[in-house]
């Protein structure tokens, strides 16, 4: 079975700074796609950025970037310029085609924006 | 769009009553998944429906849990009888399609405690 492990529970950044949050994962399989959502206090999950695991290329979304090292099975999350807005427990995520849609999550990271 | 509708928003019930979750996925999604989210086990995948079919329900905790989903426009996640420890934030999410990179839309969740 997969298993994701954020190993960091908590982590701040000061406003304008820039944080990476770190993401583990196992799998047998060679296939796959890993996601970050975000979670803020409102508790709606938000898709903050996705890579499909074929893709040596890292995925980016405006301030919000991945480093996806497949070797090493990591896929960690940097945001830059980080916002009070990013303030939020982040979810990192597994899925395959085999795991039929079945999204596996850490632990989750609770980032504090300090002002 | 509304995005993924969820109701009630929060649940306080007591133990041995019957409950009932209530999920309108966004217009045009196939599929849906129903998750629970607690401190101690975290988020978990309990059943997933495409074309109102449950394909997996691998997820659910016991035969107290049953989920149906009638029409493509409604889904129910039921607990009969309720016990405390099924007090957690369940989570109805859908996608355009049952696929591994397909974003998962979560709606608000509801917060169900049982006393």
């Known amino acids: 079975a997969q298993t994701v492990t954020q190993s960091q529970p908590e982590m701040s950044v000061q406003e304008a700074e820039t944080v990476t949050l770190s993401c583990t994962y196992d799998t047998s399989e060679s296939d796959y796609y890993l996601f970050w959502y975000k979670q803020p206090p409102s508790r709606q999950m938000i898709l903050v950025i996705r890579q499909e695991a074929y893709k040596q290329q890292n995925a980016t979304e405006n301030r919000f970037s991945v480093n996806f090292q497949k070797a090493a099975k990591s896929f960690s999350l940097k945001i830059s310029d980080s916002q009070l807005g990013d303030a939020a427990m982040y979810f990192c995520?597994?899925?395959?085609?085999?795991?039929?849609?079945?999204?596996?999550f850490g632990e989750g990271t609770q980032l504090t924006v300090n002002p | 769009d509304a995005g993924v509708i969820q109701s009630p928003r929060h649940e306080v019930t007591e133990m041995g009553q019957e409950v009932t979750l209530r999920c309108k996925p966004i217009s045009g999604h196939n599929s849906l998944f129903w998750y629970r989210q607690t401190m101690m086990r975290g988020l978990e995948l309990l059943i997933y429906?495409?074309?109102?079919?449950?394909?997996?329900d691998s997820g659910m905790p016991e035969d107290r849990f049953s989920a149906k989903m009638p029409n493509a426009s409604f889904s129910t996640l039921k607990i009969q009888p309720s016990e405390p420890r099924d007090s957690a934030v369940y989570f109805c999410a859908s996608s355009f399609a049952i696929g591994g990179f397909d974003e998962q839309y979560f709606g608000p969740g509801t917060r169900l405690t049982v006393t």
């Open positions: 995520a597994y899925n395959s085609e085999t795991s039929g849609s079945r999204l596996t």
């Open positions: 429906f495409n074309n109102n079919v449950p394909i997996d």
